[in-house]
């Protein structure tokens, strides 16, 4: 299957294996598949008893992606790495309510699902025609580990990775700074998220940064939700958690369900849609915004608005975004190149797109929204603790789906996107109901001894394991380290 460019009409077609080595298309558009695979009542008959890695075989199939069958075996093998032999177990916590829990692979968070089989394809191929990676990534806490984990050691690739200091807890922060691999380089920033990104988007205008690589023969590609690769992989368990409720009797062959992401840069429910798209019975995907409520205004009212707008820091800051940049791929497929592009001009100039109304519509034939903010995550984690469910404050916003959206008996699965581990001191506050600010160890301890479970050996391990990366430099800084590290 080929892939196409979301900025222009006719263009020529790439390949899988072009496109994630080359995550950014024409007029800075991305690529998407030019068609999709269609999965019919047989397929999900067929597939209700087989296991994650044989369900997401099945489905990378029907992509068919120019990967050999042996490199994609060897990806999918490193879901037996995920402490848990479902990589995605499908639990029931209230009526009608169900929990996919993507967050048992190696960092804790939902981005190992796609990152770790991404991470090996890209090196694979790396390796085989001979050239040489850096992936830059800056983080506010989640894609940093998950990107670190997935590629250290791995040949013909480098990473460098951009924290902001004091902006990640502190297990995200020993997550990146433990990772023992030579081909890494972890900086603390001082500053925060916005301040990492831009220097890393001036790093990617730097001339004096492009020449050093092409001496170093070096080539940039990007590990984020821009990059299809990692979306292939968000595809699957969507249609893996459909299946699990067939299995577990809740719905029948062809009933529908609802699916709820708490989204930041539309990838996770990109993979949603187009798992609906394919033919998963999915009556429609619920979106749940925190504070920076970008999203679900886009869904209620057809209008994407940051002109007036900073970020705000939430206690979900993997929600914390203004440019989204996943949309860009829904508005594609409904609208075409030509619009797509359009707003997306629209977008960087003025800061504002508006849909129409029947464009609206249309995006609401598969998407409804709904915002939250920082006290009802509190409030929901501190009531589902209570009734004996732990959920991280990501997870907590697809509660108001839940309370809000679902107006009729549809059963609805909700995206699980962190363990509670990752964010224990606000778990700890809103359990306790007390103001304190815990440390990530306090926090840890106190929930593991009140709620009777184990703290994981994947989190636990991490106080112990040696500090490799002390470096915190200013932004200015940047560049020369990164440059010393290449060499
Ligand atoms: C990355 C992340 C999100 C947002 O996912 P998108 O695919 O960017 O929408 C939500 N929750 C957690 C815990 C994350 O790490």
Redesign the pocket.
């Known amino acids: 299957m080929n892939f196409i460019s979301t900025r222009v009409e006719n263009e020529n077609e790439v390949t899988f294996s072009y496109a994630i080595q080359n995550p950014s298309a024409t007029y800075g558009g991305l690529y998407v598949p030019k068609e999709l695979p269609t999965l019919d009542e047989n397929f999900f008959e067929s597939h209700k008893n087989s296991t994650y890695k044989e369900v997401a075989k099945s489905v990378l199939n029907l992509f068919k992606i120019d990967i050999e069958e042996s490199v994609i075996d060897e990806a999918l093998s490193l879901y037996d790495n995920f402490d848990n032999q479902d990589p995605c177990p499908v639990k029931e916590i209230k009526d009608d309510l169900f929990v996919a829990e993507l967050y048992h692979g190696p960092t804790r968070?939902?981005?190992d699902m796609a990152l770790q089989p991404f991470g090996y394809i890209l090196s694979d191929l790396a390796k085989k025609q001979d050239k040489n990676f850096l992936i830059l990534a800056a983080t506010s806490?989640?894609?940093g580990p998950a990107t670190l984990d997935s590629f250290k050691n791995k040949p013909n690739i480098k990473v460098a990775c951009l924290y902001p200091d004091g902006g990640t807890s502190d297990v995200q922060k020993l997550q990146m700074v433990t990772e023992d691999g030579k081909n890494l380089e972890v900086l603390g920033i001082k500053g925060d998220f916005d301040d990492a990104q831009k220097a890393l988007k001036s790093l990617l205008a730097s001339s004096s940064f492009k020449e050093e690589l092409q001496k170093q023969n070096l080539s940039l590609s990007a590990a984020n939700?821009v990059n299809f690769g990692r979306i292939i992989f968000?595809i699957i368990y969507h249609i893996y958690s459909y299946l699990q409720l067939l299995k577990q009797n809740t719905i029948k062959n062809g009933e529908k369900i609802y699916i709820t992401?708490?989204?930041?840069?539309?990838?996770?429910?990109l993979g949603a849609y187009y798992a609906k798209k394919m033919g998963t019975p999915i009556k429609k995907l619920f979106v749940t915004s925190n504070a920076n409520n970008v999203l679900s205004e886009l869904i209620n009212t057809g209008v994407y608005d940051i002109s007036g707008k900073s970020l705000k820091k939430t206690i979900?800051p993997?929600?914390d975004?203004l440019i989204?940049s996943?949309v860009e791929r829904v508005l594609f497929d409904k609208f075409g190149a030509n619009r797509t592009k359009e707003l997306m001009d629209s977008l960087a100039k003025d800061k504002k797109y508006t849909l129409t109304k029947e464009e609206l519509e249309l995006l609401r034939e598969d998407f409804e929204a709904v915002a939250t903010d920082d006290k009802y995550a509190i409030k929901t984690i501190k009531t589902y603790s209570d009734n004996g469910y732990l959920m991280?404050p990501?997870t907590a916003t697809c509660i108001k789906a839940y309370e809000e959206l679902k107006k009729d008996s549809t059963p609805m699965v909700i995206c699980s996107?962190?363990e509670w581990t990752?964010f224990a001191p606000t778990i700890a506050k809103a359990i306790s109901g007390e103001d304190i600010d815990f440390s990530d160890f306090e926090a840890l301890s106190m929930i593991a001894n009140e709620k009777h479970i184990e703290i994981p050996k994947m989190v636990k391990n991490l106080f112990e394991k040696e500090v490799i990366f002390k470096k915190i430099v200013d932004t200015k800084e940047i560049e020369q380290n990164i440059l010393n590290f290449i060499k």
């Open positions: 968070a939902f981005k806490g989640d894609t939700s968000q992401v708490p989204s930041g840069n539309f990838g996770n429910v979900s993997a929600m975004i989204s996943n991280d990501h996107t962190a990752k």
